[in-house]
């Protein structure tokens, strides 16, 4: 049986990066984008170039970053979306345009209040366009999923002959159910007569909780890219899940007729970098990567396992990246280890000054606890680069009192635009009352959504790390701190979404078009 390849198309950067909270800078951008490269991700779309200053930049710093993975940009159907993604990827090694206009009966008539003639036109002006930046041209019709199949096979035609490479089938809204996602693609590949001259791919949103199961479905039936993130990060309930479809061919090559070219030990190491760089932890029953997805707690399984692995254990842990050999580092650790580890990691220093600073934080940390884990250093990396981005409020020192019978309360010293400024602040317990008094300091009116804690690594000497999502008219950001105070962590935390809702700048949305 001839084995076809299997594109992965990464939109973590893109696509991820749309859920509510989930903004990443551009040096932790180009740190997750190296990584994915590391693990031979075939196409990794690095963000809307048109959205913002900061998402062109972001593009263009993945451009220049990636050599051996291509490097694409989104763009609507329209004239500066396209020349702005052209001007992104310049350098890239090897650089495409993704560009994209609504297919379906709603989004046309309510949303781009085009005819299907006009779309038909744009949708080949565009591809065109696209054209004269870079021969790599993609092409996806906005809720294919719910698109009339006699007009999506005559958009593809058109758009295929006005020379797009690769033709993306998208279940925008995560409606579609397997069989019928699946039917489609066999379909669409049936009827267009050109559908030899490109790639057909897709890309499922989560709604339905159906999003691989739609993707497998449709590689089954031809599709030869699938469009997916690390952890299925996304935009309201997510995307498919790079691990899970990845792991789900490679497991079942008895049914798929293709395969990718991932190393798929690196699977690990790149949920945890996006985990820790966005403050979305990995719920422990999460396949591939959750932290239970290869324990064992029946006295049954584990007997079989014990006997022999595949009696309970369809893949091997090591396969994707859980027991690989790492470093473990401690205050007796050089500089020399200490940098190499980061290496390894995706974390490289620009210069000497930047490399003694976070090893003097890494000394810090390492005082605190015996070990320090890889997970450890990716947090001490992260949340440097927060402090660095947001630099007009950190905080100074924290003080709580929380005893039994007694009101806690904390007090807070902030340091704002370079002037320190103290607050103390009675609270329901001592995390209440820090950020009481934050709250005092900043005068911001933001309201707390969320407030989740997560062991960065095991043993009551670990880093706790805390992700917070504020809310202020209507903008959505997430903070993220880390400390082995778990206090400390949560004010760090709070601070850094402060940080953000000052911000000036917002990233406006790809999907919201104005042709």
Not at 215 to 238: D, H, K
Request: glycine residues 8%; hydrophobic residues 40%.
């Amino acid at each position: 049986m001839s084995q076809d390849r299997l594109i992965i198309f990464d939109t973590t950067l893109r696509d991820g990066e749309q859920s509510p909270g989930a903004s990443m800078t551009k040096d932790e951008k180009v740190r997750i984008a190296k990584t994915l490269e590391k693990m031979r991700v075939d196409v990794i779309e690095a963000g809307f170039p048109i959205a913002s200053s900061g998402d062109f930049e972001s593009v263009q710093a993945v451009a220049n970053a990636v050599r051996e993975s291509r490097v694409c940009g989104l763009a609507r159907a329209l004239e500066a979306d396209i020349a702005r993604a052209g001007e992104a990827l310049k350098g890239a090694n090897a650089g495409r345009i993704h560009t994209f206009i609504a297919t379906s009966p709603v989004h046309m008539e309510r949303k781009l209040r085009m005819t299907p003639d006009q779309v038909v036109e744009q949708a080949v002006w565009a591809v065109k366009r696209a054209r004269d930046f870079t021969d790599d041209v993609e092409f996806s019709a906005e809720d294919a999923g719910r698109s009339d199949l006699d007009f999506l096979c005559r958009v593809f035609e058109a758009v295929i002959e006005a020379g797009a490479r690769t033709i993306n089938v998208p279940d925008t809204v995560g409606y579609n159910l397997p069989t019928q996602f699946g039917e489609t693609l066999h379909r669409v590949l049936e009827r267009v007569p050109n559908a030899d001259r490109a790639v057909f791919s897709v890309h499922c949103h989560n709604d339905l909780g159906l999003a691989v199961a739609n993707s497998l479905a449709a590689v089954m039936n031809g599709a030869r890219q699938v469009e997916c993130t690390i952890n299925g990060l996304g935009e309201r309930a997510g995307n498919a899940s790079l691990e899970e479809i990845v792991m789900a061919v490679r497991t079942r090559q008895d049914i798929f007729s293709c395969d990718t070219g991932l190393d798929t030990t690196q699977i690990v190491l790149c949920s945890k970098l996006v985990s820790n760089i966005t403050g979305f932890p990995v719920q422990p029953n999460k396949a591939i990567v959750g932290a239970n997805a290869f324990a064992h707690e029946s006295g049954i399984h584990q007997d079989g396992v014990l006997k022999h692995r595949e009696t309970y254990e369809i893949m091997r842990a090591q396969d994707v990246g859980w027991t690989q050999n790492r470093m473990v580092l401690g205050k007796h650790s050089g500089r020399n280890a200490f940098r190499s580890r980061l290496v390894e990691l995706g974390i490289e220093f620009e210069s000497e000054a930047e490399l003694n600073a976070a090893f003097a934080r890494f000394k810090d940390l390492a005082d605190k606890k015996h070990e320090v884990f890889d997970e450890d250093l990716q947090a001490l990396v992260t949340e440097k680069g927060i402090e660095a981005e947001n630099e007009r409020v950190s905080l100074v020192s924290l003080r709580v009192v929380s005893e039994t019978g007694e009101t806690p309360y904390a007090d807070v010293t902030l340091s704002i635009d370079g002037e320190e400024c103290s607050m103390s602040a009675a609270g329901g317990g001592p995390v209440d009352a820090a950020y009481k008094a934050i709250e005092s300091l900043l005068d911001i009116g933001a309201d707390l959504k969320l407030y989740s804690v997560n062991s960065i690594t095991s043993g009551t000497d670990s880093q706790g790390e805390v992700t917070v999502r504020l809310e202020r008219g209507g903008r959505l950001v997430n903070g993220q701190g880390a400390d082995t105070d778990i206090v400390i962590a949560s004010a760090k935390a709070y601070i850094n979404g402060c940080n953000k809702l000052m911000e000036t700048a917002q990233r406006a949305h790809p999907q919201v078009a104005d042709v």
